[in-house]
């Protein structure tokens, strides 16, 4: 049973690019967090969604930044014209249907750089 | 809304002996209460968590952390350490109640053990 997969783990991109970021959360999981862990900070929400819902966007800039879980498919976060405040570590989890952060599995992240 | 302070961003000791990592928070209304172990370049896992009853939490690899609500603090404990041990570790919490979904997190504590 594989755990959260994401993909990639290491992402370079130039500013102004585009960045995609996916997530396939755990078999029999529903649910998908996005968080985003900057140099030397603690992890910060993002997004929590459902299949084909955004449940909760309140950490995501308002600008730049959307994210996805369609029916079919991988979690996308997907992040316009990137700048160089962009670069982080982003982390996927996924949970059980009404376990919320009681049945959190992190994926390993994707390490994004901007240059 | 709730907060979590982590009064140590680095902490050297020696194999074998004792360690204390501290954590305390803040918040209006009850939570849970987390540690997790994040070694270098992969994802976050679950050490321990916090949901209710004993305030004396067991959690993998030997730590345990307590509980004091009057001190609002979650601190966490191993009595031997071992070189396996060094990863940044994290502190979050989560309301006990509609949004708890959403982990918030300290800023992380470096945990080095030196032969």
């Known amino acids: 049973n594989a755990g959260v997969m994401q993909n990639p783990r290491h992402l370079v991109r130039r500013r102004g690019q585009e960045a995609r970021l996916r997530c396939s959360p755990m078999?029999?999981?529903?649910?998908v967090y996005w968080y985003r862990q900057l140099p030397e900070e603690g992890l910060k929400f993002m997004v929590y969604?459902?299949?084909?819902?955004?449940?909760?966007e309140s950490g995501m800039p308002k600008e730049r930044f959307s994210a996805e879980f369609p029916k079919e498919g991988p979690s996308i976060l997907r992040i316009q014209q990137v700048v160089r405040g962009d670069s982080a570590a982003y982390f996927c989890?996924?949970?059980?249907?009404?376990?919320?952060?009681?049945?959190?599995?992190f994926g390993s992240g994707t390490r994004l750089t901007v240059v | 809304a709730q907060s979590v302070t982590q009064l140590d961003s680095q902490v050297p000791v020696f194999e074998e002996a004792p360690v204390e990592l501290r954590c305390n928070y803040s918040?209006?209304?009850?939570?849970?209460l987390f540690w997790y172990v994040q070694y270098p370049n992969q994802g976050l896992q679950l050490l321990l968590k916090?949901?209710?009853?004993?305030?004396l939490v067991k959690g993998i690899n030997g730590f345990e952390a307590e509980f004091n609500k009057s001190q609002t603090s979650f601190h966490l404990r191993k009595p031997s350490v071992h070189i396996s041990d060094t990863a940044e570790y994290f502190c979050?919490?989560?309301?006990?109640?509609?949004?708890?979904?959403?982990?918030?997190f300290g800023k992380g504590t470096l945990l080095t053990v030196n032969p």
């Open positions: 989890a996924s949970s059980p249907l009404l376990e919320g952060s009681h049945g959190y599995t």
């Open positions: 078999k029999g999981h529903s649910h």
């Open positions: 969604l459902q299949k084909e819902n955004i449940i909760d």
């Open positions: 918040s209006s209304v009850s939570v849970y």
């Open positions: 916090y949901l209710s009853g004993s305030t």
């Open positions: 979050a919490v989560s309301v006990s109640g509609g949004s708890n979904y959403k982990l918030t």
